[in-house]
């Protein structure tokens, strides 16, 4: 699917909470003014980050694949400038495609964290030995949702490649003056173009789609809230427009 020394991305058989110490009727932000509590919410327009950033994931993705047309149709001609300016736009929209499946995936960890409790020996030992992010993550999955060993193992697995694209995108690689091969032109180009493309911002748009979907309808939290949040997660994920034909 790209760069080298990655694992199969494969499906994983797997809420909507107000930050802590904001209060039910909302906050108004009205710039240089002081907060100040607003008189009612509508429940349907309360933000959930974690459906909100998987339907920017699935946007960006629709985007990624008009874009690959559009390079597929400036790389038979021979304009130069053209090409390059294909090239960029698939790489934009994949690598926000891919950017936005990790923030999701963070904040559904994010939330969960905050209703499990985690040993304090364990997360002293995670920072000692500088424990991968995907690890800590499939732990906060595993505890909050009573996931089996054999779903905690798959679900780290998908965990490991979505967060590692991910962190492609924000920090830098050994290989970033490397060209190398691109699997569909055939010819050597700049690392960022292979990684970031359309074909890879559909599969991890997928095993994001399907993991967080699968986590929503499949866990088996003892938190009844948790429960709670998750079926409300599942009912925003069914609304994203295109959504079924990522977690299918």
């Not at 490649?161 to 492609?168: A, N, S, T, Y």
């Not at 911002?201 to 095993?207: D, E, G, N, P």
Request: with cysteine.
């Amino acid at each position: 699917m790209g760069p080298p020394a990655s694992h199969p991305v494969s499906a994983v058989p797997l809420r909507e909470d107000a930050p802590a110490g904001v209060a039910s009727g909302g906050i108004v932000l009205p710039f240089g003014e002081e907060p100040t509590a607003a008189g009612s919410t509508v429940p349907a327009a309360c933000f959930d980050a974690v459906s909100k950033w998987l339907e920017i994931a699935i946007r960006y993705a629709s985007d990624a694949q008009v874009a690959k047309h559009a390079r597929v149709a400036a790389w038979e001609g021979t304009d130069e400038a053209a090409r390059a300016a294909a090239l960029e736009w698939e790489f934009e929209v994949s690598m926000q495609a891919i950017v936005a499946c990790g923030v999701a995936v963070d904040s559904l960890s994010d939330m969960l964290q905050t209703r499990v409790e985690l040993p304090r020996l364990l997360i002293d030992k995670w920072r000692e030995n500088r424990t991968p992010h995907c690890i800590r993550v499939s732990e906060v999955f595993g505890r909050a949702l009573s996931l089996a060993p054999k779903a905690t193992t798959a679900l780290h697995q998908n965990l490991s490649e979505i967060l590692r694209f991910r962190d492609l995108a924000v920090g830098a690689t050994a290989k970033a003056n490397a060209l190398i091969l691109h699997p569909e032109l055939q010819t050597g180009i700049e690392w960022r173009f292979v990684y970031f493309r359309c074909e890879n911002a559909l599969t991890i748009v997928r095993a994001t789609s399907r993991l967080v979907w699968g986590l929503a309808a499949s866990g088996k939290p003892r938190d009844p809230e948790v429960q709670k949040y998750l079926d409300a997660v599942r009912s925003r994920i069914e609304a994203i427009p295109g959504s079924l034909a990522f977690r299918a």
